[in-house]
């Protein structure tokens, strides 16, 4: 790397596409913050609580979300960008930090972080890009993080549901955003057209991003381990467990249904991206966090009555995971995988049966239809490869 280059604040054609190790350092934050809140929703398993980890996944994810896509433009290897990732990964340390007691002791904790994270890195956007179409672009979406962040810091003056409604509703407005173009009243709308993106480098920051979440799976399937004596059931468990994350890997990486390497077919290429890594891996990413709750909760529980809680648990992973990936495809191929569908009411119909099943079970029958997809998947790229060569 030259002398240039580290000097050079926005990519150029050298640098373009590539992720840098600062990027890699970011996402180790990830690692934590997704162990919290995986943590979270086993420790507040009913509605209030559900409600409020899924604010904060949203929120966590949008922050991360946000800096993948400003490093689309900065230069990893500049002194300034690390610099700014240093400050960002502080600030995401601080909202995992907080995540246990989000909406009690330490919700000004989590909101200082969040606000941090969002404004300071679209602050430095403007400055970036000042004098040039991205640097207007990133002024509009400042003004809808303040927006938002508005809303933030008024959530912190109430508790309980209220304090829910009024961050989901920041959420809600972050997410709408780029909706609308992050449209200002006399200011117009900045055009999906006007932010130039590059698909390859979002496309490999999410699966980087998506193996983290995977790997939350293994850390709570070797702390369960950890803690049980080993029955027949809890190994069995143990074994479910983990062909579940690696049936999650496979789908994930399926070369017709997943996210790997090659081309697409949209013809507008920024607004899929956003539709496919912005949105659709918000599902994608937290499907195989529910995912690792639910192997928790089948490692402590492999025997006995399965509550409504602990089938939530065990099917929402996969059922979230799908839903995301219908998304990603609908914006990337414009069409619908009717296996995704079959996929999903089949888990509805195993999550319905689930109450006369122990917990074992119900998270094999998971694994059965998961198993499922993953056998027509291969079968269907067999097809296309063979059609391919034919051609």
């Known amino acids: 790397m030259s002398v240039q280059q580290t000097r050079n604040l926005l990519r150029t054609k050298d640098t373009q596409g590539h992720v840098g190790p600062v990027e890699l350092l970011f996402d180790l ?38 800096t993948a896509w400003a490093m689309n433009w900065l230069n990893p290897f500049a002194r300034g960008t690390q610099l ?18 989000a909406f009690t002791e330490r919700a000004w904790l989590f909101v200082t972080g969040y606000l941090v994270l969002q404004l300071v890195r679209s602050s430095f956007m403007v400055w970036a890009f000042r004098g040039q179409v991205m640097g207007r ?3 509009h979406l400042l003004a809808w993080s303040a927006i938002a962040g508005v809303l933030w810091l008024v959530g912190l003056g109430f508790e309980g549901e209220a304090r829910l409604a009024l961050w989901a509703l920041a959420v ?17 709308s900045t055009p999906m057209s006007s932010w130039p993106t590059t698909e390859s480098h979002l496309a490999e ?29 809890v190994v069995a468990a143990a074994v479910v467990g983990f062909t579940t994350m690696f049936l999650l890997w496979w789908l994930y990486f399926d070369f017709r249904h ?12 920024t607004a899929a991206a956003r539709d496919a ?36 648990t065990i099917v929402s992973g996969p059922i979230v995971y799908l839903l995301g990936n ?55 790229d067999r097809g296309v490869t063979t059609a391919a060569q034919n051609t």
């Open 84 to 101: 700014l990732l240093a400050v960002l990964m502080l600030a995401a340390l601080t909202m995992a930090i907080a995540i246990p007691e």
């Open 137 to 139: 672009n990133y002024a």
């Open 326 to 380: 219908l998304i990603f495809q609908r914006a990337l191929w414009r069409r619908t995988a009717t296996s995704r569908l079959t996929g999903i009411a089949a888990l509805l119909a195993v999550g319905v049966t689930s109450l006369w099943l122990p917990p074992l079970a119900v998270a094999v029958l998971v694994v059965a239809v998961m198993v499922a997809l993953a056998a027509f998947d291969a079968s269907s």
């Open 277 to 312: 890594y912005a949105y659709a891996h918000a599902l994608m990413v937290g499907g195989a966090i529910l995912v690792a709750v639910g192997i928790e909760e089948v490692v402590h529980h492999p025997v006995g009555e399965t509550s409504a809680w602990i089938a939530f």
């Open 205 to 233: 920051r999410n699966r980087l991003v998506f193996i983290i979440a995977l790997g939350e799976s293994i850390l709570v399937l070797g702390g369960a381990l950890l803690s049980e004596e080993f029955t027949f059931g």
């Open 172 to 188: 809600l407005i972050e997410y709408a955003s780029p909706r609308f173009g992050f449209w200002l009243p006399g200011l117009g």
């Open 258 to 269: 997943g996210n790997a390497e090659h081309e697409y077919e949209s013809d507008d290429v």
């Open 29 to 66: 934050v990830y690692v934590f913050t997704i162990i919290q809140l995986s943590h979270y929703v086993v420790a507040h398993l009913d509605v209030l609580g559900v409600a409020e980890a899924a604010v904060l996944f949203f929120a966590v994810w949008w922050g991360w979300n946000y």
